[in-house]
């Protein structure tokens, strides 16, 4: 958690007593948990803060010093040692290169410190539990649970919400949020035009049914598992994923319960009859980047391998970051290195070739599954997940080193969890997989939950939605967390009904608009008092562009498609002779999902636009705002081939009338319709695009085939462009 935060989500309450975890650990944690924290191989003076008890414990007595003596400040070295002018005593010390506690921390700590320095076990260790919400007043706002979470926190806080925003922002921001896609205009007049009391969840029902929704959803599970069309590395060569990418998009839209979602992905190949789907869906554990064969031993390949294995099942299920127990233990969560590879263990157990070559056909590794020429998903081979016999050993390894055996270790999990319970002799990846959705699982709910709800806000309750760690941040609502978690578990795990709950909210439906001083007091929305704007994702963008200009093919399914793009990226970075040859026809225009994907290039017209690279888990993107993305936007010859049809299309529907065609192309690509004000200022902006190109023949007929389609074009792609640029509201 950052000390900004921190330091926002405690002003107010100074009057009420010290909490740890919110306030106090934050601090331990990143000034002192490195040489004081769970690591012992690493600790400093025989001391660790991050638990109050043991021999080595912040109450421990040690020369007649107390670490800690809660309720007594002047007999507590910590105190002493963070306020002192001696440099040699000063913690932490100068050599650590961390800054010394600001004045406002020290406070934090000198009041805890007198409060009884209380311990607590870390808030996203414990089981949620449900915190009753206040009564709803007559006339308050916001009816069900979520919104009187929200309610409580905006009084504390002497905020009000805001007001529902109109129908049009409503339905634009409901429709990319569901589907990916902006709704039409006739979509945008019917519902504007509806009166009914319960036309919104009507139009919410109609948008979950949609296959869109699926496809939408699986893009964000794609950045997560790291779903790519290339083993990435060094030669980078294709691997076909299209089943198990299918499969994603069909469990989203069946709606299958998402701890069935994680089983099948986990070990979905040792349920005991495994379904053709079950097998594809344990695809996921071979999503990890592959070394060649002759490039890397065998043995390190195995490896890497594995613990991109274990580096998955960690940030997508866990939220922790287990890989840094790689090598030592890890330093600021109750994980050993020992425990990391009783993960490791659980994986290691692959029946197949740890390395790939130029020989696979369409990349496809063994083991694999044929596809019966009836099932759903049009591909004929899949790769799959299967254990060896007999199995292979895990041994922890010293410094992380894969060539440094350490002792051998059993499959297991962290000791700080809820026990593992086994249903053989031996634990098993089931066993693992019924472990992480249990209903005594304290992170595997939170963490998903929060992940949906960043989807749907910019920004998750918990901020670092791939940290719910030490490190991580303090939920900004964690009440609201808690009851989102369990009413997901207690709804068998129903994510249409979680999204459901979260698009019908009044918090949800909020206009975004504010004065400037409530951007600048609380400029991420943590505190929820308005509906939440930030920038698009690239296939957000780009399908806009598809979809506005007529040109988007609806086609699901499939392999992967290349869209054009600049020559000579592949050739800079393959070590092979692969050469980009990209699509033709409507293969070009189909959704971003099913764009090719290759690791160490991705497509660049994304890319821009913050999308990753799929070479590592990605909770959430970054979201930049830099020239070069509006050089692409403005410059990108497919995207400026779309905002030319679009222009023809809305002259097509228009025919000569002027005015009706602004007003056409307006609502087309802003969901609105434009203001006088507007109108007027495209009309102006049309005239000198007009007069530009009139004058220069030569440079119109670079454009399109006449002025008049140059100036409509221009003036097209300028207003995609300045939505695309614009945040979604």
């Known amino acids: 958690m950052t000390l900004a935060v921190v330091l926002i989500l405690a002003a107010g309450t100074n009057a009420a007593p010290i909490n740890f975890n919110r306030e106090v650990r934050p601090i331990l944690s990143d000034r002192c948990f490195h040489c004081h924290g769970p690591d012992k191989h690493e600790r400093k003076g025989k001391l660790r803060l991050d ?52 004045v ?13 320095a209380k311990y607590d076990t870390f808030w996203a260790f414990k089981k949620p539990t449900i915190t009753p919400v206040s009564p709803k007043g007559k006339g308050e706002w916001g009816d069900g649970p979520l919104d009187r979470y929200i309610f409580d926190r905006l009084k504390a806080e002497s905020l009000l919400p805001s007001p529902e925003a109109d129908k049009r922002t409503l339905l634009r921001r409901l429709t990319f949020d569901l589907t990916g896609l902006p709704p039409t205009l006739d979509e945008l007049d019917e519902f504007e035009a509806d009166q009914s009391p319960d036309a919104y969840e009507q139009r919410v029902d109609v948008l979950l049914a949609r296959p869109q929704y699926g496809e939408h959803m699986a893009r964000y599970w794609a950045d997560l598992v790291r779903l790519a069309d290339t083993n990435g590395l060094h030669t980078d060569r294709p691997r076909d994923f299209t089943a198990y990418r299918d499969w994603v998009i069909r469990a ?44 890397v031993l065998p043995e390190e390949s195995l490896y890497r391998n594995v613990l991109g294995r274990v580096e998955v099942v960690g940030t997508a299920f866990l939220g922790l970051t287990v890989q840094c127990a790689q090598c030592h233990d890890h330093k600021y969560d109750p994980i050993s290195q020992r425990e990391f590879f009783q993960l490791y263990a659980f994986f290691n157990n692959f029946a197949g070739e740890p390395q790939t070559g130029p020989a696979e056909p369409n ?137 459901r709950e979260i698009v019908l909210s009044a918090t949800y439906r909020q206009q975004s608009d504010a004065p400037p001083a409530a951007y600048q007091a609380d400029p991420e929305n943590r505190l929820l008092a308005r509906g939440s704007r930030y920038r698009m994702d690239a296939e957000m963008i780009r399908d806009q562009l598809l979809m506005v200009s007529g040109k988007l093919n609806p086609q699901m399914f499939g392999k992967s498609v290349k869209p054009p793009q600049p020559p000579g990226l592949w050739e800079s970075v393959t070590m092979t002779n692969e050469v980009f040859r990209p699509s033709s026809g409507p ?30 888990c990605v909770t959430r993107r970054e979201r930049t705002n830099t020239p070069l993305q509006a050089l692409v936007l403005m410059n990108e010859p497919e995207y400026f081939k779309l905002a030319r049809a679009c222009a023809e299309r809305t002259l097509l529907e228009a025919g000569d009338d002027r005015g009706k065609a602004l007003a056409l192309l307006h609502e087309r690509i802003t969901s609105h319709k434009p203001t006088a004000e507007e109108l007027a200022m495209l009309g102006e902006a049309l005239d000198g695009l007009l007069d530009h190109y009139e004058e220069r023949p030569a440079l119109s007929k670079e454009v399109a085939p006449d002025p008049n389609t140059a100036a409509w074009t221009l003036l097209a792609n300028s207003l995609l462009n300045l939505e695309s640029a614009k945040v979604r509201k």
């Open 587 to 616: 293969e070009i225009y189909r959704r971003s999902l099913y764009t090719y994907w290759k690791r160490v290039m991705p497509p660049p017209q994304m890319s821009i636009m913050n999308a990753p690279s799929r070479e590592f």
């Open 104 to 116: 406002v921390e020290k406070d934090i700590i000198k009041r805890w410190i007198e409060e009884g």
């Open 252 to 295: 989203f839209n069946a709606n299958q319960p998402f701890d069935q979602f994680v089983r099948d992905q986990v070990a979905g190949d040792l349920h005991e009859n495994p379904t053709v789907d079950q097998q594809i869906a344990s695809g996921f554990n071979r999503l990890h980047l592959i070394f060649e064969r002759g490039s």
């Open 363 to 499: 990349g496809i590794q063994e083991p694999s599954i044929a596809i019966p020429p009836e099932h759903p998903i049009p591909a004929s081979r899949a790769m799959v997940m299967r254990e060896r016999t007999p199995p292979r050993k895990a041994h922890l390894r010293i410094r992380g080193a894969y060539d440094q055996l350490g002792e051998e270790v059993p499959r297991g999990t962290p000791a700080f969890l809820p026990p593992l319970h086994v249903s053989g002799e031996v634990p098993s990846r089931m066993d693992l997989a019924n472990w992480l959705v249990s209903p005594e699982h304290p992170l595997t709910a939170r963490v998903t939950v929060n992940r949906f709800w960043q989807q749907f806000f910019g920004v998750g309750l918990v901020k670092t939605s791939e940290d719910f760690g030490a490190q991580g941040e303090w939920p900004s609502h964690p009440e609201l967390l808690d009851y989102l978690a369990i009413r997901f578990v207690e709804s068998g795990w129903d994510v249409k009904a979680l999204v």
């Open 51 to 102: 638990q109050a008890d043991g021999k080595e414990g912040a109450y421990r007595i040690r020369g007649g010093l107390h670490a800690i003596k809660p309720g007594d400040l002047e007999e507590s070295e910590l105190w002493y040692r963070i306020t002192t002018d001696d440099e040699d005593d000063l913690m932490p010390p100068v050599d650590a290169h961390k800054k010394p506690l600001a």
